[in-house]
């Protein structure tokens, strides 16, 4: 018997930074056991891991390669996000040291393996070509993101958060589940190009389940990156969770759902994504609308960007109604500025944060006259995400509501420029308590030279990227053109 | 087809019908007393210890999870025994991807084991 | 040799540099050692290094066509694209030179002159700024980047003339010369729109092929020309815009030498001639009259003003007017050249009047003298003997913005009226042009001997502090002495020694392109029209110019004449000069109050009518209503209304916090009542 018709080894060398992120996952697991548990080790082989797997997925740039039999699909867009996922699992882990520590549990091998396994699972998501493997990597990343989001074992709150999470998303899990079988009953396939084949040659066997199938796999997609009314989750396990895992959750699993939605939209019911409009739309104004009057009454850091990221998802969605190359070139675009600003914010968060407080707007009373630079990245960080220019954040949301524009949406642009005017106030709200409140701040901000030196690169390139976001805009969009 | 499966439909008919109409009779025709030591869990003569609903500890819920992750994984085992010859014209390749796999199997049992996660106490 | 990725590199040094000395010594300046002064004076000695390597790179190379371009996108948004970069040829590389070197001189100058100065890293900053900018001025191939760096001149000019803004004039001399500037940036931004929309690109090559192409032709390119040409008006202090410049002599001394004569308003002239190709032949002609005859103009004021550094300005204002006139007239090498040399010997100049200014100082600070004008040339006289290296570099750069043969200004000044008598010789009814070229030649030669001969010659005027002055330090004369220098022909005429030739590096190495627009003469045909009138130009300059040194000699030497005399027999004359022709009062009667006026007006009708009545019974009427509506309806919608969108929103947001409420079991309710929203959406 012919192996080769089952793989080559081209299908190994496609998912070598999936092995190697797997084989550093279990070295840092062996360190751990070996109790060599010293975060500083621990974290540079998983640096190594990391900088290794970047390595050869940006090997794998060139043309399109399909793996394992139509499985698996490598191009520019999957490598776009394969670095997304690492960079933002870095920056994570970066910001992580010493907080775990600080609240109460053991420094342990743990962490940074679920957040490599994580990344994995998010590889798999943007790379498949299959609803199969959809599944198995969004169940790879949401069984590292329950243990990660419960990880403070004697907290009560991050318990709470933990079994929340594991128990919707279970809930999520089935309706994706049941959203695939569907379409298999309809199509005959889980593969994309299949599909779309069944599609065209109208070889549907049945116009129900495969419209059952897509709403249901919709909303398995809906859950996961939060979009009303599918996000009362995002709130309570965002705020329970531990900060640095916040920063994570509303990050990387948010870029891979969105990545693999385009992927669904735009390759798999590229014919029929019209008739799926208006639910994008209606979920587009609703998720910014209701996220941001949420947030605008928060008195808590935390539960505040939980649900600001949730009105990030409303803007975002507005990329995949659209979905020709300018808008997913703007949601990718969108989704580094999202990423990297809220990585930032949270870790300037998770320094601030202490055993009874730090995390309420008030105890950001008169930060600015403390930590002067501190205060002047948050400030930064909270205008990209307010969309102010010259801040990265302003070309994102121009890019994205120009995408809109271009196609008609005028309505939807209108509402979510209402709403980002909304956005202002709370997000300048942070910035007023910092600077013009005269109370002294008794904040006893404790982090790590590396961490710091890391918000102060993400804010500085923030600026650099309002100012010339050329480089990154050709990025994008080369990386868009491959799917679109 | 569907005629096919008739014998099993017949066959479960009967057999929940047996059941069925046994628990009936017995509860019909059976003498019924009722005193304190009746109505013990076991009224063969050992004395009861203390209350059924005790709390069992979180270990029997672990060292159950441990079991039947371990149970299920070696599952794989008897669809790759199966195509095992077919596969070995083309080498080891076969041999070695369970290896392979049965390496990362062992991993996460040692790594359980050092933890600590199998000892009682 | 240096190439293509070797040029790119030196020039983003170059330019960068100064913006990193800036940026050094705004944030961390007062904590350096010395103020971080050796931070700029560093960077800016580096970039001086750069530019004269690439200059001599170009002397070695020899090659009048040299030019290299190099581009990286900055925004694209597929339709809308800006792309930024570098255009080098010959004509960058001496004018990065000039910039440097000037800049460098200024620098190095600032150390002694603005000793214990309260503001002293600040000063060096904004110098860095300002340098940077200019860089990106003469480097920008584009019209957006140039536009950018345009301003930011402007803003770095505001910065350092009100640098003492505790000086109300100083203050005010900013913002003027800030506002002047903006009224020609308003028509330079009309003209770079119009070219933009006519051909779709900001490059300068591409707008130049477009132009050729006829994409933008007739009137329209005749009004974007003079459109962009207004920059450079309110740039180079042209006629009617030159109010500015000299009230800029507020600010300090070698910022005047370094913006307010060699570079900064320079740049309007480096426009014109960059954009030559594009000039259509009405523009051009328009060009010619406004630098003719603010050259003639400006020297007329200059003779009788009294402030040295007055009489400087007045004298920039008409140089410059020359360049706009060589332009105007095609002769474009010859604006360029005389750019060259009036940036070394006005410079010069400054740096002098500095000097001498600087011991003025000094003296009346000894002496507890506060009244004193110090840079008032009445009360000066007979320096000659106390400040010898100022006298005799001043005297050098005397004779060379005079038009003396053996002198720098000789060659480009003759260059200059050679070009405009050639143009009226084809054009005989522009017959005015060369008139008020080599009037404003006599009357330069006139007003600048006087100068000389006031400060330097005859009795001291005020022996007290005569007695006080001193020859400045060595940084102050190293400059001086520099400048002085570079004034004589030689440097000029390399590879060839004939002082009165038209050959030299300078024209062998930068050859005129021929113009784009329909209608102009080549660069051949203007070539030969002043080739021809070369000597004869010669000839009348040379007798215009010992006119005037004659006529200042014998006034304020020998005293032959008594120059109160003429003054009172010309009174109207002499009283329009000496006011500069009234054009602040003038500008204030007939533009400002009337501007104040309109707006007062508007502001009245905003405030007091509107507002008062408009606004104000709108909001009782308002209040009136929702009392009403409050008193029939307290609770409900009305109150949202009454109350405003941001309670009510706050309140949305509370009712939503109450669907927020933790318990699963609801989460999961909400989840499937969306579920069955979506389907029963999707299926009708």
């Known amino acids: 018997m012919d192996i080769s018709q089952f793989f080559t ?44 797997a970047g390595a050869l997925a940006i090997n794998t740039s060139g043309d399109e390669q399909i793996l394992f039999g139509g499985m698996l699909v490598l191009n520019r867009f999957s490598v776009f996000f394969d670095f997304l996922y690492i960079t933002i699992g870095l920056l994570t882990l970066i910001f992580s040291q010493g907080y775990l520590e600080k609240r109460g549990s053991a420094s342990r091998g743990e962490y940074p393996a679920l957040i490599l396994f994580a990344i994995i699972g998010m590889m798999l ?66 593969n994309y190009n299949g599909i779309v084949t069944a599609i065209t040659n109208n070889t549907i066997l049945s116009d129900t389940y495969l419209f059952l199938g897509i709403g249901l796999l919709l909303i398995g997609f809906a859950f996961k990156v939060a979009l009303v009314p599918f996000h009362m989750w995002s709130p309570d396990v965002y705020q329970g969770a531990p900060t640095t895992v916040t920063g994570f959750l509303c990050t990387a699993p948010k870029a891979a759902g969105f990545g693999a939605l385009i992927i669904l939209f735009n390759r798999a019911f590229v014919d029929i994504h019209y008739q799926w409009q208006d639910i994008f739309w209606i979920l587009s104004a609703m998720t910014m609308t209701i996220g941001n009057i949420s947030a605008l009454i928060q008195h808590n850091v935390k539960r505040m960007l939980a649900f600001s990221s949730v009105s990030h998802a409303g803007f975002l969605i507005m990329g995949i109604l659209v979905l020709n190359e300018t808008s997913i070139s703007a949601v990718l675009f969108y989704l580094v500025v999202y990423s990297v600003v809220n990585l930032g914010a949270f870790a300037i968060v998770s320094a601030a944060e202490q055993e009874e407080r730090g995390l309420n707007l008030k105890d950001y009373r008169g930060l600015a006259a403390q930590h002067p630079w501190l205060s002047a990245a948050m400030t930064i960080f909270m205008l990209s995400l307010a969309g102010f220019p010259p801040t990265a954040g302003f070309v994102a949301k121009f890019g994205l509501f120009s995408a809109a524009v271009s196609q008609g949406y005028i309505g939807l642009v209108i509402i979510a420029v209402l709403n980002t005017l909304i956005s202002i106030y709370y997000y300048l709200r942070l910035v007023v308590n910092m600077y013009m409140q005269k109370e002294e701040s008794t904040l006893i901000l404790s982090y790590k030279m590396l961490a710091i030196v890391f918000v102060g690169l993400i804010a500085i390139m923030m600026i650099i990227l309002g100012i010339t976001p050329g480089y990154l805009l050709e990025i994008v969009t080369e990386a868009a053109s491959t799917v679109a | 087809m569907a005629e096919n499966y008739l014998p099993i439909l017949v066959i479960f008919v009967l057999a929940a019908g047996f059941a069925f109409v046994s628990l009936i009779i017995t509860h019909l025709v059976g003498p019924r007393v009722t005193n304190a030591v009746k109505m013990m869990p076991y009224e063969s003569g050992v004395d009861q210890v203390g209350k059924t609903r005790i709390r069992f500890s979180i270990r029997f819920f672990l060292i159950a999870l441990l079991f039947i992750i371990f149970d299920i994984e070696i599952v794989f085992l008897y669809p790759w025994a199966v195509v095992f010859k077919d596969f070995l014209s083309a080498g080891s390749f076969i041999f070695f991807e369970m290896v392979v796999f049965l390496a990362i199997l062992a991993f996460g049992f040692i790594y359980v084991w050092r933890n600590g996660a199998l000892e009682w106490e | 040799m240096i190439t293509g990725n070797i040029i790119t590199d030196f020039c983003l040094l170059i330019l960068f540099l100064p913006l990193l000395a800036f940026a050094i010594n705004i944030f961390f300046g007062k904590r350096l050692p010395r103020q971080g002064d050796w931070v700029s004076v560093g960077s800016v000695l580096i970039t001086l290094i750069l530019s004269l390597s690439l200059l001599m790179n170009m002397f070695m190379n020899w090659d009048a066509n040299f030019s290299y371009e190099a581009q990286f996108s900055w ?44 503001r002293y890293s600040r000063y060096y900053a904004y110098l860095g700024l300002f340098t940077f900018s200019m860089n990106g001025i003469v480097l920008a191939n584009n019209l957006v980047s140039l536009y950018i760096f345009w301003e930011l001149v402007g803003v770095s000019s505001y910065l350092l003339i009100a640098h003492w803004f505790e000086k109300h004039s100083a203050a005010d001399a900013g913002k003027k010369a ?247 010789q084809h054009h005989p009814q ?255």
């Open chain 1, 9 to 52: 080894s081209a299908d190994l060398f496609g998912i070598a930074p999936e092995i190697i992120l797997t084989v550093t996952a279990l070295s840092v697991l062996t360190l751990e056991m070996l109790h060599v548990s010293r975060p500083g080790i621990i974290l540079m082989v998983a640096a190594l891991g990391l900088f290794l």
């Open chain 3, 430 to 684: 522009h017959f005015l042009l060369p008139v008020f070229g080599f009037g404003a030649a006599a009357i330069t030669a006139f007003y600048m001997f006087r100068l000389i001969f006031m400060t330097f010659h005859g009795e001291p005027k005020l022996p007290k502090v005569f007695e006080g002055i001193h020859e400045s330090p060595k940084v102050m004369t190293f400059p001086l002495m520099l400048l002085a220098g570079l004034s004589f022909f030689i440097f000029y005429t390399l590879p060839y020694f004939n002082p009165i030739s038209d050959h030299g590096w300078f024209t062998e190495l930068i050859k005129a392109g021929d113009s784009v627009a329909p209608g102009n003469p080549t660069a051949h045909e203007i070539y030969d029209g002043v080739h021809h009138a070369h000597y004869p130009a010669m000839a009348l300059s040379l007798l215009v110019a010992g006119l005037g040194i004659g006529l200042s000699y014998l006034m304020y030497m020998k005293h032959k004449f008594s120059a109160e005399n003429w003054a009172r027999k010309m009174g109207f004359l002499y009283k329009l000069s000496l006011n500069k022709y009234f054009f602040d009062e003038n500008y204030n009667r007939f533009l400002y109050q009337p501007l104040l006026k309109l707006s007062r007006a508007v502001a009245y009708l905003d405030w007091d009518l509107y507002d008062k009545y408009f606004i104000n019974g709108f909001g009782r009427v308002t209040n009136l209503l929702s009392k009403i509506t409050g008193r029939i309806d307290y609770d409900g919608l009305d109150q949202i209304l009454v109350d405003g969108v941001g309670r009510s929103v706050r309140r949305l947001g509370k009712q939503l916090k109450q669907v927020q409420t933790g318990r699963l079991q609801n989460y999961m309710l909400f989840a499937l009542v969306g579920l069955i929203i979506i389907l029963v959406i999707q299926t009708i």
């Open chain 3, 75 to 118: 925004i694209d948004l597929g339709a809308f694209k800006v792309e930024l970069g570098f255009w080098v040829d010959n004509i960058t590389i001496v004018m990065l030179a000039v910039v440097a070197l000037i800049s460098s001189m200024t620098h190095i100058f600032s150390l002694e002159y603005m000793k214990g100065d309260i």
């Open chain 1, 125 to 190: 998501m943007t790379r498949a070509n299959d609803l199969v493997i959809v599944f198995l990597g969004l169940e790879l990343l949401s069984l590292s993101l329950y243990i990660l989001v419960g990880f403070l074992r004697h907290d009560q709150l991050s318990n709470e958060s933990g079994l929340k999470y594991l128990l919707l998303g279970a809930f999520a899990t089935g309706f994706f589940l049941f959203g695939a079988a569907l379409t298999y009953g309809a199509a005959g396939t889980t």
């Open chain 3, 178 to 424: 800030f506002l002047t500037n903006r009224v020609g940036d308003i028509g330079f931004f009309i003209g770079i729109m119009l070219i933009f929309t006519a051909i779709g690109s900001f490059n300068f090559q591409d707008v130049f092929a477009g132009v050729s192409q006829g994409m933008i032709s007739g009137t329209l390119l005749t009004l974007a020309g003079v459109g962009l040409f207004m920059g450079a008006v309110g740039k180079s202090s042209q006629f009617p815009l030159h109010i500015w410049l000299p009230d800029a002599m507020e600010g300090p001394t070698p910022v005047s030498a370094l913006m307010h004569a060699a570079t900064m308003v320079a740049a309007g002239v480096y426009l014109t001639v960059r954009l030559f190709p594009l000039f259509s032949p009405e523009a051009l002609t328009i060009i010619a009259y406004v630098g003719g005859f603010t050259a003639l103009f400006a020297a007329t004021i200059a003779i009788t003003q009294n402030d040295i550094k007055k009489v400087l300005a007045y004298s920039t204002v008409s140089q410059l007017g020359y360049m706009i006139l060589a332009v105007g007239v095609g002769n474009y090498v010859a604006a360029l050249f005389h750019l060259l040399t009036h940036a070394m010997f006005k410079a010069c100049l400054f740096y002098g009047s500095g000097s001498v200014i600087h011991a003025m100082h000094h003296s009346l600070h000894e002496l507890h003298d506060h009244d004193t004008d110090p840079q008032d040339m009445r009360n000066m006289g007979g320096f000659k003997t106390k400040m010898p290296i100022t006298h005799w570099t001043m005297v050098i750069s005397t004779l060379a913005i005079s038009g003396v043969p053996l002198f720098s200004g000789f060659l480009s000044k003759d260059a200059i009226l050679a070009g405009s008598l050639a143009f009226a």
